[in-house]
């Protein structure tokens, strides 16, 4: 069952931001009472001025999936907006997947661009943010060169448990909502609010349409910026929304696969199955143990790792812990031994640990294949943590270094 249309009701239920009960007894008690899914997001489905109204409400019951989204380019003479949603079909996940915490935000860390009151502030939270990273860090013991490879994996461990602990506690954790669009931002909905009140000012097409090319604009560039970061927003099962924003059109409820050996893979799990089999066979038993290497470890040191670090780009996409380069450089300013110490260790042990080795894999089809339903028309992204990358870079200029001075390589590499 699905219920659409202008209800011009206000109740906090669905706008956080009402602040007047108007025709509310009715909806509120219909939604609870049927258990009905609330499909609007935060953005108002009729602007005007500086009203904040959502009264256009798209209701369904609880075994129906939407594609919901406000159509903010559309431009119509009246104030409501145009709401688009199609049926996806299928019963959707019971755990809300807004709150799904899929990073953290760090800017409130940051005083740059604000007033001197919201300076202090900002020092107070990142202060605040230290020392519980701090605190944590002394329930590990420090590693120095004597360190096991297992006292190496709990070092790992301990030094995620400790980041996302942090940010859990004191930054803005970043959730997705596959409800509204992603892409929308506040200077977007600021820029909805000059359209809004430029279509109330009689004779103002001019700035009416000015107001509607600087909105386009704005969301254009949203738009690139939300594709730009979807590999870090992926999760589970929406790994597989990169193949629906293609030009190709796959089957909304997931595409079937046909594997090597021609078998058919229909559910969610039998594609990822198939998917893994395809991209990532499994390799012949070994039984290789890492030879004890030599005393290059000592090479690694706070400024090595530090100038490694400082190279990562702030946009690449993170891996399974959530954790961008730009907040693991702000825990690097904290704490440079510890995590020099890590990346020291892994050299001088050459062993690689277990939790840097799960990678977020993004499923994308590969343009021009004649036959979607085959594995191999699809490429997988693997993202893995930034720190682990960190290692395997440090591991690279080791060896790059090593190369050049015995002067092994070819002149043209």
């Excluded at 990073?103 to 300076?119: C, L, V």
């Excluded at 510890?338 to 894999?361: D, E, F, M, N, S």
Aim: charged fraction near 30%.
């Amino acid at each position: 069952m699905i219920i659409a249309g202008d209800m011009n009701t206000h109740s906090q239920m669905w706008n956080g931001r009402a602040t007047s009960r108007r025709n509310v007894p009715f909806w509120e008690n219909l939604i609870s009472d049927h258990s009905l899914v609330v499909w609007n997001s935060k953005e108002a489905t009729r602007v005007g001025g500086d009203n904040h109204s959502i009264i256009d409400l798209t209701l369904s019951s609880p075994g129906v999936e939407l594609n919901w989204s406000i159509d903010s380019e559309a431009a119509t003479g009246s104030n409501h907006e145009v709401i688009m949603w199609e049926i996806l079909g299928g019963t959707p996940n019971s755990q809300d997947s807004s709150k799904e915490v899929t990073g953290w935000d760090i800017r409130g860390w940051s005083g740059a661009g604000k007033s001197e009151k919201e300076q202090k502030a900002a020092r107070e939270k990142e202060a605040a943010a230290q020392q519980c990273y701090l605190r944590s860090g002394k329930k590990t013991a420090a590693l120095d060169d004597t360190s096991s490879a297992e006292q190496v994996e709990e070092a790992a461990v301990a030094l995620r448990e400790a980041m996302v602990g942090t940010l859990n506690n004191h930054a803005r954790a970043k959730r997705w909502c596959s409800r509204s669009k992603p892409w929308w931002t506040e200077e977007l909905a600021e820029l909805r609010k000059q359209l809004g009140r430029a279509r109330q000012r009689p004779a103002g097409i001019g700035r009416t349409r000015d107001a509607q090319r600087n909105l386009r604009r704005a969301i254009r560039k949203a738009k690139k910026e939300c594709w730009n970061k979807f590999l870090q927003e992926a999760k589970e099962r929406e790994v597989w929304t990169a193949a629906n924003y293609t030009a190709l059109r796959l089957d909304r409820i997931g595409q079937a696969l046909v594997d090597g050996e021609g078998n058919i893979a229909e559910s969610q799990e039998e594609r990822e199955a198939a998917i893994l089999k395809g991209h990532f066979p499994k390799g012949p038993p070994g039984t290789y143990e890492p030879s004890a290497g030599g005393r290059v470890f000592e090479r690694v040191d706070v400024h090595l790792v530090g100038y490694l670090l400082a190279k990562a780009a702030n946009t690449a996409a993170p891996g399974d812990d959530r954790i961008s380069a730009d907040i693991l450089k702000v825990f690097w300013q904290w704490d440079r031994q510890r995590i020099t110490q890590l990346v020291r260790a892994y050299i001088r042990t050459g062993y690689h640990q277990k939790i840097w080795k799960t990678a977020k894999g993004v499923v994308i089809p590969k343009p021009g294949k004649p036959d979607y339903t085959k594995v191999r028309a699809y490429r997988v992204i693997s993202l893995l943590d930034v720190i682990g990358k960190l290692v395997e870079r440090t591991a690279a200029h080791l060896i790059a270094d090593h190369l050049e001075r015995k002067q092994a390589l070819h002149e043209s590499q």
